[in-house]
């Protein structure tokens, strides 16, 4: 992969996911769900330097310092990263030919992150089974991340475009 295609793979996975914030500002404004916090992303990677990998929850782990930016950072580094998987399901031509069936299959392997990842070791359990509405949080997890989809294949069109 060449330097170009590198930037324009960070464009759009900073692209993807303001899309998916727009998704969770939509979900909050108008059908009154509460946003995701990422200041709990944030605690957890400030915890990792002191040893602690796993939490009881989360929640109950006292708060550091920076944590809400560090949650945020966190969250678009990831949103970088994960929009490499068009390449790995497409190859290079992806961003030459953005393909929305490759965008919406990338948003749902990265559902795999929180569900296998972040929730357990947050102590919500695999696929926040340990959560007052397993269901529900399942769901708007999947909803996030067909929209980080959604947002993959405007945004590689939007590099596209303007290449």
């Not at 916090?37 to 009881?56: D, E, I, Q, S």
């Not at 929730?119 to 269901?135: D, E, K, L, Y």
């Not at 939007?158 to 290449?163: E, L, Y």
């Amino acid at each position: 992969m060449d330097r170009v295609a590198v930037f324009q793979t960070v464009i759009t996975g900073l692209g993807a996911t303001c899309i998916m914030d727009l998704w969770s500002c939509f979900q909050k404004r108008i059908i009154k769900v509460p946003p995701l916090n990422y200041a709990l992303v944030g605690r957890w990677v400030l915890w990792l330097p002191r040893g602690k990998l796993w939490h009881n929850t989360i929640v109950s782990t006292p708060p550091v310092p920076k944590e809400f930016l560090t949650g945020w950072l966190f969250h678009y580094l990831a949103g970088i990263i994960f929009a490499f998987i068009p390449f790995f399901l497409r190859g290079p031509g992806w961003l030459r030919d953005p393909f929305l069936v490759t965008a919406l299959l990338s948003g749902l392997l990265t559902v795999l992150a929180p569900f296998i990842i972040l929730q357990p070791v947050f102590g919500f359990g695999i696929a926040a089974s340990r959560t007052p509405r397993p269901g529900l949080t399942r769901l708007l997890s999947l909803f996030a991340h067909l929209a980080y989809g959604v947002g993959l294949y405007i945004a590689a069109l939007s590099v596209n475009f303007c290449s």
